[in-house]
């Protein structure tokens, strides 16, 4: 099983950036899924989750300028960043609780580097 995150950049404050996670193989089922950033010099913290249902949570700090969606059928998540600011500049993880092979886990993505200049 693998997740693979994409889509991250450099943009100036007040732009967008759409974020992709992909997971693919021996998948039986997808249950929550979620973003999580890792500034420099800071902890990992959740930016925003969605439930297999398609329940959505947000941090505070993000609430009403990102979406985060997800694509059962294709067994990815997006997470769309719209009036970005240089606080929001870190790594973006993916992650996903799923069932595989008859195991239940936790898996990560990569990371993608999101940088918002001023």
């Known amino acids: 099983v693998q997740l693979q995150a994409s889509g991250g950049g450099l943009v100036q404050a007040g732009g967008s950036l759409r974020l992709s996670c992909g997971a693919s193989g021996?998948?039986?089922?997808?249950?929550?899924?979620?973003?999580?950033?890792?500034?420099?010099?800071?902890f990992r913290e959740l930016v925003a989750s969605i439930t297999s249902g398609g329940t959505t949570n947000y941090a505070d700090s993000v609430k009403g300028r990102f979406t985060i969606s997800r694509d059962n059928v294709k067994n990815t998540m997006y997470l769309q960043m719209n009036s970005l600011k240089p606080e929001d500049t870190a790594v973006y993880y993916c992650n996903a609780d799923l069932v595989a092979s008859g195991w239940e886990g936790i898996y990560w993505g990569q990371g993608?580097?999101?940088?918002?200049?001023s």
């Open 26 to 42: 021996s998948i039986f089922s997808i249950n929550d899924m979620g973003w999580y950033r890792q500034a420099p010099g800071r």
């Open 112 to 117: 993608t580097l999101v940088t918002v200049s």
